[in-house]
């Protein structure tokens, strides 16, 4: 059983070899990690100063309009 597992492990390491890796430079998928946590701590502080212009324009009487596109009109089809 062990031979047999060892030769399953050869041949994957064979037919699927490791890229090699660079001194110091992350992983590939630490690079992706990286990059989507950047962006999600980006659209994170975008949401805090939207919620704080909201609360502030709410705190001063004004009313807040979502800037939500609009639908065009539908056209005739009959």
Same mark, same amino acid.
Do not use: F
């Given at each position: 059983m062990e031979r047999q597992t060892a030769a399953l492990r050869e041949l994957s390491r064979r037919a699927f070899p490791? +890229? +090699?890796?660079?001194e110091g430079a992350p992983a590939p998928i630490e690079q992706v990690r990286l990059q989507r946590r950047r962006q999600a701590d980006t659209s994170h502080? /975008? /949401?805090? @100063? @939207? /919620?704080? /212009?909201e609360r502030a324009a709410m705190d001063a009487g004004a009313v807040v309009v979502a800037s939500v596109p609009q639908p065009a009109p539908l056209g005739r089809t009959a």
């Open positions: 490791e +890229p +090699p890796a660079s502080a /975008a /949401a805090l @100063r @939207r /919620a704080c /212009a």
